[in-house]
């Protein structure tokens, strides 16, 4: 085939028409090749003697096995859990989890029910005993991981056991109604209407919404249900009441109605429009959410 490999009948012919003394031109034109393959098919394989089609196409086929690219090798078992550990580590990293961390808690995360030891860790990940020891024990402090006696040995082994998204979750709730509660307090600091009033009021808006959707609360569950007889009593009195007056009117126990007040505090979204305020440690009202109205918005309702 023109342009392709030669074949051992072309070689066959280069050897017959050599024997006639045909130049390589010629050879060349016959088999619609350039004369410099011609060249160098004979250059090639006639440098010690006569050019022989058969011993040509025998260094050929030698010479294209060697060329011949070896197939790469399977990654083992080892590899591809490595590969995914690294991978997902990364992932996790990128949520702010240290890259060392990430690599030890997937590792356990991929382990099974009994977990591994500190030197199944130093082993798999090929890290220092050092760090591994310092990812455990920020894993620890999170409550992400435990420790538990390995019955073969006198070493422990860490674990994750099947509630550890339940704590992490639970965790990322509480901070985050923390925050809207705190940006509550700086509205009543520094002011609706200014720049840091209404930074902080749409972080707690925010904030508060995520904790209240992250905590799963629904309006049957009690302490909401609680929470929002309370605003309803706050609302319907117009005026400042004790816990001693809301206890008696609502004929709840004194520690039912902290236990409501202390619900709107945590989850100040069940409130939304309206804001929970504290006159004095024993005495309450309600206002309107300082972030929902802008202040043109409060001054044009004034008026």
Known sequence: MPGGRLTHEDRQRIEAWLADGLGYAEIARRLGRPTSTISREVARNAASGDYLADRAQKVAGHRARRRRP????????????????????????????????????????????????????????????????????????????????????????????????????????????????????????????????????????????????????????????????VLAALVHAGRPLTLDTLATALDWPRDRVIAALDTIRRQPAIADPLALQAINPEAYTIATRPDRLSPAQRQALER
């Open 70 to 229: 070896t197939r790469p090798a399977e990654p083992t078992t080892d590899e591809v859990v490595r590969g995914f550990v690294d991978q997902f580590a990364a992932l996790l990293a990128a949520t702010g989890l240290p890259r060392m961390t990430a690599r030890v808690f997937v590792c356990l995360l991929t382990a099974d029910t009994s977990g591994l030891t500190s030197a199944d860790l130093v082993r798999r990940l090929q890290v220092s005993p050092a760090s591994v020891s310092k990812s455990i024990g920020y894993l620890e402090a999170m409550e992400l991981v435990a420790r538990q006696p390995d019955p073969g040995g006198r070493r422990e082994r860490y674990v994750i056991d099947d509630d550890v998204w339940l704590r992490a979750w639970q965790a990322d709730t509480g901070a985050h109604g923390e925050i809207a509660i705190a940006a509550q307090r700086g509205i009543e600091i520094f002011g609706a209407e200014t720049t840091a009033g209404a930074r902080l009021g749409k972080m707690g808006q925010f904030f508060a919404r995520l904790s209240e959707q992250m905590s799963g609360s629904t309006l049957t569950e009690p302490a909401v249900y609680d929470a929002l007889t």
